[in-house]
Structure formats: structure tokens, C-alpha cells
């Protein structure tokens, strides 16, 4: 059975293991393959555990399937500086290759929206890589459209570029206007 809750210290394994199963597949193509086949479960756990550990973490939705994490959305105030900060943002959206195409993403989406509609964050924002096609359409279906904003990244020495995704919504979660 699928359930979401906010994440836990214990939750870190896997989280850590769907971020990276997800990197793996989702980005090949997009990353340097020899960055992607690097990434390691333990190094990532260990990174969210010294973050926890210092107080510096977002807070997090982790799904499971029959206790076991399968999808990760983290969500906080924007971080990009360039929005205005009572703006929330989207800081991660990650589920287990497997459990792709089955609306459960959007499902992820839609409780980190109503969080950050909590923390009197109505307008919404998510960067994504500009050739990720699969989650710029997802985010396209959940009421998002780019705002034109793009920035450069590098990542495991490629630069890649990210694009950035934004709508507001209303009190009750209807989209207002997809912001463009």
C-alpha cells in the first residue's frame, strides 16, 4: 500500500537509495555516465546524516510501497536568490525508476504544494534540467510552465542547464495562473 509521510532520521537509507536509483535512470544522457555509475547510496545517506545532524535539511515527503521508501519530495522557501523569497520551491522529486508512470509523482507534488501553501508559500517553483523531457512534462500536467528563467550548472565536469518551472496557486489548491 502506498502511504506518504514526512521524512525521519531513519527514513535517510532510503531516501538515499531512491535518489540515487532515480539519478541513475532519469539522467543518463543528461550527466556524464562515469558521474552517474559513481553516485553511492552509503556516500549519499552519510551527506543527508551530517545535514540532519547540523540542522541544515529541507523538509521531506518520502513515499512507500509496503514500508519501504520508493519516492522522495523535498520542499522548502526558494534558494535560487533571483525569487522572491516568499516563493516555495520544489527541491527535489524523486521516485524509483518502477514506480514511473503511475501518477504517484504528481501525488508527491500535490502534498509539498499543500505544505507550502501551510507556510503561506503560494507561488511555487521547480528547476528541472532543460533535457529532462519525461519530468518537464510531468511538471507540465501538474499546472507548471516555465518562466523563462535558466541557469547553468556543472555536474561531475559537464555544465547542463536547468530551467525553471513556476505556477501559483490559490487557497484551496486551484491553479491561479500558470506563471510564464
Known amino acids: 500500500m502506498i502511504q506518504i509521510h514526512d521524512a525521519e532520521y531513519e527514513d535517510l537509507p532510503g531516501i538515499?537509495?531512491?535518489?540515487?536509483?532515480?539519478?541513475?535512470?532519469?539522467?543518463?544522457?543528461?550527466?556524464?555516465?562515469?558521474?552517474?555509475?559513481?553516485l553511492s547510496e552509503q556516500a549519499h545517506e552519510d551527506r543527508m546524516r551530517a545535514q540532519w545532524d547540523a540542522g541544515m535539511r529541507w523538509p521531506a515527503l518520502v513515499m512507500t510501497d509496503e514500508g519501504i521508501a520508493v519516492g522522495v519530495c523535498s520542499y522548502g522557501r526558494?534558494?535560487?536568490?533571483?525569487?522572491?523569497?516568499?516563493?516555495?520551491?520544489i527541491g527535489t522529486c524523486y521516485l524509483l525508476p518502477e514506480y514511473w508512470g503511475r501518477g504517484l509523482g504528481a501525488m508527491m507534488l500535490e502534498h509539498a504544494e499543500r505544505r507550502l501553501r501551510d507556510m503561506s508559500c503560494p507561488r511555487i517553483v521547480i528547476?528541472?534540467?532543460?533535457?529532462?523531457?519525461?519530468?518537464?512534462?510531468?511538471?507540465?500536467?501538474?499546472?507548471?510552465?516555465?518562466?523563462?528563467?535558466?541557469?547553468?550548472?556543472e555536474i561531475g565536469g559537464k555544465e547542463c542547464a536547468?530551467?525553471?518551472?513556476a505556477k501559483e496557486v490559490g487557497k484551496?489548491?486551484?491553479i491561479v495562473r500558470m506563471l510564464r
Open 172 to 174: 484551496n489548491g486551484e
Open 162 to 165: 536547468e530551467v525553471r518551472y
Open 16 to 38: 538515499a537509495r531512491v535518489l540515487v536509483k532515480s539519478w541513475q535512470a532519469a539522467y543518463r544522457g543528461i550527466v556524464e555516465d562515469a558521474f552517474l555509475d559513481a
Open 127 to 153: 528547476w528541472v534540467f532543460e533535457d529532462n523531457l519525461r519530468a518537464r512534462r510531468a511538471y507540465e500536467r501538474a499546472g507548471f510552465a516555465p518562466d523563462g528563467s535558466r541557469k547553468m550548472i
Open 78 to 89: 526558494t534558494r535560487d536568490g533571483e525569487t522572491p523569497c516568499e516563493w516555495g520551491e
